[in-house]
């Protein structure tokens, strides 16, 4: 555990060091030498996270009265597509939640049955890889109980979530993924609630993931599609999310 407290410090401090973080998140993107000296234990780490964790192993929760006065919205802030500007339109009638892939059973819910569902309600801190924090709470169902019922193939190893937002206008939408064992983590969420009222478009509407035992920019909003997955090969660059693919930031990510 003492190895992934250090790389966040060292995460900090070289952003710190070379100006990385003046202008948010998005400034890292000019320096991935950094970013490839940083990550480039992403295996080791994973490895090593995985045989000290078990499903009881929770990110922190925190009181109501501990609450960040502000929660940031960065990132997409509107994917802005005719589809996505529909769904606003209608608030949200029409959209549809697929899971799909390596499942027996493939699903398409509205957002009216994903919030009748049980749901779970936590109070827990973002952390963006460019060193800020917020405290916010999320309420949704979580991820592992839609997935059961879609009746997941016993070969499907990864879940890619897919999302609505071309983020910076680029060609491919948004997406990023987990392992089954983070897919079923209990604090794995999609959360259509944000701070007692419904998640706002900047903030991801109607879906957002919410993983709490990781980085910030693993947490998609705008979730439209749930997919199983053998291996990332074949899906955008393989390498299982917008940022890996773009610029060599861990896949893994856990704090």
Same mark, same amino acid.
């Given at each position: 555990?003492?190895?992934? %407290?250090?790389?966040?410090?060292?995460?900090?401090?070289?952003?710190?060091?070379?100006?990385?973080?003046?202008?948010?998140?998005?400034?890292?993107?000019?320096?991935?030498?950094?970013?490839?000296?940083?990550?480039?234990?992403? !295996? +080791?780490?994973?490895?090593?996270?995985?045989?000290?964790?078990?499903? @009881?192993?929770?990110?922190?929760?925190?009181?109501? $009265?501990?609450?960040?006065?502000?929660?940031?919205?960065?990132?997409?802030?509107?994917?802005?597509?005719? !589809?996505?500007?529909?769904?606003? @339109? $209608?608030?949200? +009638?029409?959209?549809?939640?697929?899971?799909?892939?390596?499942?027996?059973?493939? /699903?398409?819910?509205?957002?009216?049955?994903?919030?009748?569902?049980?749901?779970?309600? /936590?109070?827990?801190?973002?952390?963006?890889?460019?060193? *800020?924090?917020?405290?916010?709470? *999320?309420?949704? #169902?979580?991820?592992?109980?839609?997935?059961?019922?879609?009746?997941?193939?016993?070969?499907?190893?990864? %879940?890619?979530?897919?999302?609505?937002?071309?983020?910076?206008?680029?060609?491919? #939408?948004?997406?990023?993924?987990?392992?089954?064992?983070?897919?079923?983590?209990?604090?794995?969420?999609? @959360?259509?609630?944000?701070?007692? @009222?419904?998640?706002?478009?900047?903030?991801?509407?109607?879906?957002?993931?919410?993983?709490?035992?990781?980085?910030?920019?693993?947490? +998609?909003?705008?979730?439209?599609?749930?997919?199983?997955?053998?291996?990332?090969?074949?899906? /955008?660059?393989?390498?299982?999310?917008?940022?890996?693919?773009?610029?060599?930031?861990?896949?893994?990510?856990?704090?």
């Amino acid at each position: 555990m003492a190895e992934i %407290i250090t790389r966040r410090a060292v995460l900090a401090g070289a952003g710190a060091g070379a100006g990385l973080l003046m202008s948010g998140c998005d400034q890292i993107i000019h320096d991935p030498k950094v970013l490839k000296y940083i990550y480039k234990e992403n !295996e +080791a780490n994973y490895y090593l996270q995985r045989g000290l964790s078990s499903y @009881a192993s929770l990110a922190p929760e925190y009181r109501p $009265d501990q609450m960040s006065p502000v929660f940031r919205a960065n990132g997409s802030i509107n994917p802005g597509t005719p !589809e996505y500007s529909a769904w606003v @339109a $209608d608030k949200f +009638a029409s959209y549809r939640l697929k899971i799909y892939g390596l499942v027996n059973k493939p /699903q398409s819910l509205s957002l009216a049955q994903i919030k009748s569902m049980p749901a779970r309600t /936590q109070i827990t801190k973002h952390d963006c890889v460019e060193g *800020w924090t917020a405290v916010g709470q *999320w309420q949704g #169902p979580a991820v592992g109980s839609l997935l059961k019922l879609a009746d997941l193939q016993s070969k499907a190893k990864y %879940i890619v979530f897919h999302c609505a937002d071309h983020y910076r206008g680029a060609a491919l #939408p948004y997406y990023e993924s987990l392992d089954m064992f983070d897919a079923f983590h209990p604090q794995t969420i999609l @959360a259509w609630g944000m701070n007692g @009222a419904p998640v706002t478009v900047p903030h991801g509407a109607p879906l957002r993931l919410r993983a709490e035992r990781h980085l910030g920019y693993k947490q +998609a909003k705008y979730i439209i599609g749930l997919e199983a997955v053998e291996s990332f090969a074949g899906i /955008q660059g393989g390498h299982g999310g917008y940022w890996q693919d773009n610029v060599d930031y861990d896949w893994f990510a856990g704090i």
